[in-house]
């Protein structure tokens, strides 16, 4: 799929303001893609208004899709995220197939990935917004894990730290684990010395506050995952 070779991902924000030379720094940076998503704000206008300034450049550009409204035509890829330890079904399935009642026929499936998150920061906006349980052992992480790697066959196991550096070693657990999909990793990455470890651990590492409170660290990272040797 479009995400397999994917080392490196700037996360932008259609709810923030980012400048247009910065925007242009991260998309002729060498990353990989950059991915358009936000747990609250966004709307289908602010969403077209930055997928329109990303194509100014090269860069692959992907958009998560956290509500239907939001799904505006043009991406090269959509994702679409099932939170497996929120409290309610609303995040893993209600939604979704709610959704699929209504638009399933204009879903561009080839181009559209399931995303298996595991929400492990208590303190950020997605954990608040979905209720996640982020209390899980090790254990625990690893059975969603396998939930949704062997199970449910997603082909994409995120673990979202955001706005603090996750548990490393948890990472590199469940990498090891999966058998067919690929792990993103997110998460308070902002120096290069993270960004390498990061990229050690899982095979995506996904790269957002830093981009709008430090863009030339954020900016860093982009060399220190592709120079960083990657997980087997
Ligand atoms: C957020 O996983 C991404 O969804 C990246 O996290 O914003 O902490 O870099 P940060």
Redesign the pocket.
Same mark, same amino acid.
């Given at each position: 799929m479009f995400f397999r070779t994917w080392r490196h991902v700037f996360?932008l924000d259609p709810d923030r303001a980012i400048d247009d030379r910065t925007l242009e720094r991260v998309c002729r940076s060498g990353t990989d893609a950059v991915l358009l998503?936000g747990?609250s704000g966004v709307t289908y206008g602010k969403t077209v208004e930055l997928l329109t300034r990303v194509r100014r450049y090269e860069v692959p550009c992907a958009l998560e899709v956290t509500d239907p409204s939001l799904a505006v035509p043009g991406f090269d890829g959509y994702f679409v995220p099932m939170v497996l330890n929120a409290r309610h079904r609303d995040w893993w399935i209600g939604r979704h197939a709610e959704a699929l009642r209504r638009f399933g026929r204009l879903v561009p499936w080839d181009i559209t990935a399931g995303e298996a998150y595991i929400v492990l920061n208590g303190d950020?906006a997605?954990a608040r917004v979905t209720d996640a349980d982020t209390g899980l052992d090790a254990d625990g992480v690893a059975a969603y894990c396998q939930l949704a790697d062997r199970l449910w066959r997603v082909p994409v196991v995120?673990l979202?730290?955001? +706005? /603090?550096f996750g548990d490393m070693e948890l990472v590199r657990r469940v990498r090891g684990m999966l058998k067919q999909a690929r792990l993103?990793?997110?998460? +308070? /990455?902002?120096s290069p010395q993270q960004a390498r470890e990061a990229a050690r651990a899982a095979h995506t590492v996904?790269?957002?506050?830093?981009v709008y409170d430090d863009p030339d660290a954020a900016l860093a990272t982009v060399e220190a995952v592709k120079g960083a040797e990657p997980p087997v």
């Amino acid at each position: 799929m479009f995400f397999r070779t994917w080392r490196h991902v700037f996360k932008l924000d259609p709810d923030r303001a980012i400048d247009d030379r910065t925007l242009e720094r991260v998309c002729r940076s060498g990353t990989d893609a950059v991915l358009l998503g936000g747990s609250s704000g966004v709307t289908y206008g602010k969403t077209v208004e930055l997928l329109t300034r990303v194509r100014r450049y090269e860069v692959p550009c992907a958009l998560e899709v956290t509500d239907p409204s939001l799904a505006v035509p043009g991406f090269d890829g959509y994702f679409v995220p099932m939170v497996l330890n929120a409290r309610h079904r609303d995040w893993w399935i209600g939604r979704h197939a709610e959704a699929l009642r209504r638009f399933g026929r204009l879903v561009p499936w080839d181009i559209t990935a399931g995303e298996a998150y595991i929400v492990l920061n208590g303190d950020s906006a997605v954990a608040r917004v979905t209720d996640a349980d982020t209390g899980l052992d090790a254990d625990g992480v690893a059975a969603y894990c396998q939930l949704a790697d062997r199970l449910w066959r997603v082909p994409v196991v995120y673990l979202e730290y955001s +706005g /603090v550096f996750g548990d490393m070693e948890l990472v590199r657990r469940v990498r090891g684990m999966l058998k067919q999909a690929r792990l993103f990793y997110g998460g +308070g /990455v902002r120096s290069p010395q993270q960004a390498r470890e990061a990229a050690r651990a899982a095979h995506t590492v996904v790269v957002g506050n830093a981009v709008y409170d430090d863009p030339d660290a954020a900016l860093a990272t982009v060399e220190a995952v592709k120079g960083a040797e990657p997980p087997v």
